[in-house]
């Protein structure tokens, strides 16, 4: 692509944000003599038509929950975004095989990305790129977000992070009350289970390819259900499985599902006010939801090495 004049949308508050990165950002495309200009989505609201006819190119600065708010106010627009990590996980990122290095990244956004239509989940009424949870992974993000905001001291290292992460999980796992969940389409039953992931890529919790045969641009999602959950253990032995023998268990609809919408409650109506559902890491509401496969709904740069691209 040529690009004359960039928008760098980023989020001072990602984990591994800072402003020593953003000014790094600048002066790359100061050097290659591309106008760049920089909006915090903390201070700043996203106007879309603006964008659309001001930029050639929007970098998201952040991680999987900023991505997933300029998404959500980019979609169905022609610009097209690209996604510099800076959050904990990054999802896209690593289904995108984005450089570790921020040189590289921004090198390989200008000289060797492709702009392509990929495919979006729609959650009731909210977009996202990577992945629904329903359940005890919704239950854990709200936990998380309700612990981050009572906490004043910011973790800087991203391991550090992320095992602090991984350590509160199997602790919340342990208060979390497993409701039975009922997967329909056309007000007919598909499955029941404990734990449902509606999965857009490949990648799930981090470099866990739970998902190994997905990709945004396919026209279905690939759906994970855990039927038999009572507890830590069962939930660990279950993901296990996943990552162990997907070959075994990527044909078997006890496990994996495939479907472009589904919609999912709880098997008992008083309770759906008590399970959660969240998106690309980011708590949206309760049950029930309507999930759907919307297709073409958003341009990214996408690295044509690592994505078949039937597209121009």
């Known amino acids: 692509m040529n690009f004359k004049k960039v928008l760098i949308i980023y989020n001072p508050k990602s984990g591994r944000f800072s402003e020593k990165k953003l000014s790094y950002i600048l002066s790359f495309f100061k050097l290659k003599n591309i106008s760049a200009d920089t909006l915090n989505i903390l201070k700043n609201s996203i106007e879309k038509e603006n964008i659309e006819n001001s930029y050639d190119a929007v970098l998201v600065a952040g991680g999987d929950g ?7 106010t980019l979609v169905y627009s022609e610009i ?4 510099l990590p800076m959050g904990t996980v990054n999802l896209f990122a690593m289904e995108n095989k984005t450089p570790h290095s921020l040189k590289k990244a ?3 956004i200008i000289n060797l990305y492709k702009p392509v239509k990929i495919g979006l989940g729609q959650a009731n009424e909210r977009f996202f790129f990577a992945m629904t949870g329903v359940g005890l992974d919704a239950f854990v993000v709200k936990n998380m977000e309700e612990k981050i905001r009572s906490s004043k001291r910011r973790i800087y290292n991203n391991s550090t992070k992320y095992i602090s992460y991984i350590l509160n999980i199997i602790k919340m796992t342990k208060k979390y009350r497993f409701y039975d969940l009922c997967m329909e389409k ?8 404990k734990e449902i992931i509606v999965s857009n890529i490949r990648y799930y919790g981090g470099p866990f390819e739970i998902f190994p045969n997905n990709s945004p641009l396919d026209d279905k999602f690939h759906i994970r259900t855990v039927k038999n959950a009572a507890g830590t253990a069962d939930v660990i032995f279950s993901i296990l ?3 162990i023998f997907y070959k075994k268990y990527s044909n078997n609809p ?13 098997t008992n109506d008083s309770t759906n006010k008590l399970i959660y559902y969240q998106c690309d890491g ?15 709904a958003l341009t990214m740069l996408i690295n044509p090495r690592y994505f078949p691209l039937s597209q121009p």
Do not use: M, R, W
């Open 186 to 193: 056309n007000n007919e039953q598909i499955t029941c289970a």
């Open 282 to 296: 980011e708590l949206v509401g309760t049950l029930p939801v309507k999930i759907k496969k919307v297709e073409n």
């Open 241 to 243: 499985k996943s990552l």
């Open 66 to 72: 900023s991505l997933n708010y300029v998404i959500n």
């Open 254 to 266: 006890d496990f994996y599902i495939k479907d472009n919408e589904v919609t999912i409650t709880s």
């Open 106 to 108: 921004l090198s390989d």
């Open 80 to 83: 097209p975004i690209a996604h």
